[in-house]
């Protein structure tokens, strides 16, 4: 059974950072994009930022330069360490990814979710 398993949430003041964790256990061939999405009260889940196996990177507008994500592929780990943060940032941030069980299957898309972990920036 594969889990991805997040820490790192908590309550910080506007200007404030912090790091996110997601790691993913259970037994799996390989993992292909992982990410970070955030969900609002009253807003729909949103892409974050993702990271590809080989290192590539995608920010939704708002947090560039400000989030940095990164993946730690012997760990099966990713991160995403917030800076600067905003009380817009306020959510329940969820981390992704996509996962192969075997080698020779071929998901499409994200297949497998955290738990969430919340966030909550003070003005």
């Known amino acids: 059974q594969v889990q991805l398993v997040e820490s790192g949430g908590g309550l910080v003041q506007a200007g404030g950072s912090l790091r996110l964790s997601c790691a993913a256990s259970?037994?799996?061939?390989?993992?292909?994009?992982m990410g970070w999405y955030r969900q609002a009260p009253g807003k729909q889940r949103e892409l974050v930022a993702a990271?590809?196996?080989?290192?590539?990177?995608n920010y939704t507008d708002s947090v560039k330069g400000r989030f940095t994500i990164s993946r730690d592929n012997a760990k099966n780990t990713v991160y995403l360490q917030m800076n600067s943060l905003k009380p817009e940032d306020t959510a329940v941030y969820y981390c992704?990814?996509?996962?192969?069980?075997?080698?020779?299957?071929?998901?499409?898309?994200?297949?497998?979710w955290g738990q969430g972990t919340q966030v909550t920036v003070s003005s």
């Open positions: 990271i590809t196996s080989g290192g590539s990177t």
């Open positions: 992704a990814a996509e996962i192969r069980k075997v080698w020779y299957s071929n998901p499409k898309g994200v297949n497998y």
């Open positions: 259970g037994s799996f061939f390989s993992i292909n994009g």
